[in-house]
């Protein structure tokens, strides 16, 4: 069973920074692809960055620049580092992990930003 939680979120000024950590359980997280979707009030979830077990990392084209996403497999935690955050970051970002089966969602940590 694969559980993960999110904590770091919260209210910053834009331009400022937050990191976001999931704390993942479970017996694969070395060999599974894991990230950050988000999702806006009234918009989709989208994808925000991702990492797989091989280091390969993907963004979103909105945060390239200034998100940078990590994981420290010994720990089972993978980070994002926000930095120049902007009103339109504001959202729910969750913690994803891929597996074979299926993927697996935190229970998500807002981020607002102020203008």
């Known amino acids: 069973q694969v559980q993960l939680v999110e904590s770091g979120g919260g209210l910053v000024q834009a331009g400022g920074s937050l990191r976001l950590s999931c704390a993942a359980s479970?017996?694969?997280?070395?060999?599974?692809?894991i990230g950050w979707d988000r999702q806006a009030p009234g918009k989709q979830r989208e994808l925000v960055a991702r990492?797989?077990?091989?280091?390969?990392?993907n963004y979103a084209d909105s945060v390239k620049g200034r998100f940078t996403i990590s994981r420290d497999n010994t720990k089972k935690m993978v980070f994002l580092q926000m930095n120049s955050l902007k009103p339109e970051d504001t959202a729910v970002y969750y913690c994803?992990?891929?597996?074979?089966?299926?993927?697996?969602w935190g229970q998500g940590t807002q981020v607002t930003v102020s203008s």
């Open positions: 994803k992990m891929e597996t074979a089966l299926r993927d697996y």
């Open positions: 479970g017996n694969t997280f070395s060999r599974t692809t």
């Open positions: 990492i797989g077990s091989g280091g390969n990392i």
